[in-house]
């Protein structure tokens, strides 16, 4: 008994539950915020140049392939859009997707100590560990803005879906990490798999060439990559001049609805043994 009278509550997960439970979640939202800050202050601490890496990154990696794609190799980009701002434009939300999904899809095991001492609904932990990269993904997209001035490229209107076009990896990267994370505490290999993915995806997607570079009769298996439409999309509302078919705008949309249930679905599945088993 408590010092209270009443008896202690005891936390624990709602049996038979397909899925997560979202009120159960949204009553520890107390717990997300701090997680997720936590995440965010600690990305950079005793970092000597803090939240700048996130501006770098892009910045650098698509000044390389510039050189030796877009100067060397003769890589085209889009019409009427600089090899550099093209370029950017891809590692931008490349890197947002990859780094939320290398650092998330390993969170449960980081998170063991935390994990196996109290319950609270361990989809929170995946969930929080997504916000540094849209964080990054913030502050690298207002140097996407910036070059494109700075050469010229025009603004269009379609510029305000961007947030739309974030929203819809965010659920694809959720639903990914909610299977992997949960994979990963029985199978560490899981953290091998995840750098070597992103190692290939890195080019089975258009992030520093166009998609029309693919040979017209495999793009639609091409594209079954959901990465492929969110980077359509993505130059589609920056410059208004890709002219891909609309299959390829939708499958990421799709994709992440699949993602998302089967990944909740699996996580929930595992979640009671992650205590014994991390």
């Not at 929080?128 to 997209?141: H, I, K, R, S, T």
């Amino acid at each position: 008994m408590e010092a209270s009278g009443h008896p202690p509550r005891v936390l624990e997960p709602v049996a038979g539950s397909f899925f997560p439970d979202l009120r159960e979640i949204w009553a520890c939202r107390d717990l997300v915020y701090y997680l997720a800050r936590r995440e965010i202050a600690g990305r950079y601490a005793q970092s000597a140049i803090g939240v700048s890496w996130a501006i770098l990154q892009p910045v650098l990696l698509a000044a390389a392939f510039s050189v030796f794609l877009g100067l060397l190799a003769k890589v085209p980009s889009q019409p009427g859009v600089p090899y550099p701002v093209f370029a950017v434009s891809g590692m931008t939300l490349w890197l947002f997707l990859s780094g939320a999904l290398q650092a998330a899809s390993s969170s449960t095991v980081v998170n063991e100590a935390l994990i196996s001492k109290v319950y609270f609904p361990r989809a929170i932990i995946p969930f929080c560990y997504l916000f540094p990269p849209l964080v990054d993904f913030g502050a690298a997209f207002l140097v996407v803005v910036a070059a494109m001035l700075v050469y010229g490229v025009e603004l269009h209107l379609q510029i305000f879906i961007v947030p739309l076009v974030v929203l819809v990896g965010f659920v694809n990267v959720l639903g990914a990490v909610l299977l992997l994370s949960a994979a990963n505490v029985k199978y560490r290999d899981i953290q091998q798999v995840v750098p070597f993915l992103i190692l290939v995806g890195l080019f089975v997607s258009p992030v520093t060439y166009p998609f029309d570079l693919v040979p017209e009769a495999v793009q639609p298996l091409y594209a079954l990559n959901p990465a492929v439409g969110l980077l359509e999309v993505f130059r589609w509302a920056l410059f208004g001049t890709t002219e891909t078919a609309l299959y390829v705008m939708l499958v990421p949309a799709a994709a992440g609805v699949l993602l998302l249930f089967a990944g909740a679905a699996y996580f929930q599945r595992t979640e009671r043994t992650f205590a014994d088993v991390i």
